[in-house]
């Protein structure tokens, strides 16, 4: 099952993440702390209004996000 993750599609789809959701509540990305791209994945770390790291993987092939907590 996919986490659900909103983003915004500018020159690129999914360019940058807007909000997710954890555990029933949304959470807003305050900030963007890395990126990356590999064959068939994006992949975010980001620091959320709750003041916590995240790590946001999306798979491409499957258009599957996936949210994992980095810090608590």
Known sequence: MSDLVETYSGHRVHEKPLRFRRQGV???VVQVLSRWQ???ALGFTVLADDSRKYFLKYNQENDIWKVSI???
Do not use: D
């Open 70 to 72: 980095l810090s608590r």
């Open 38 to 40: 590999e064959p068939g």
């Open 26 to 28: 949304w959470l807003a």
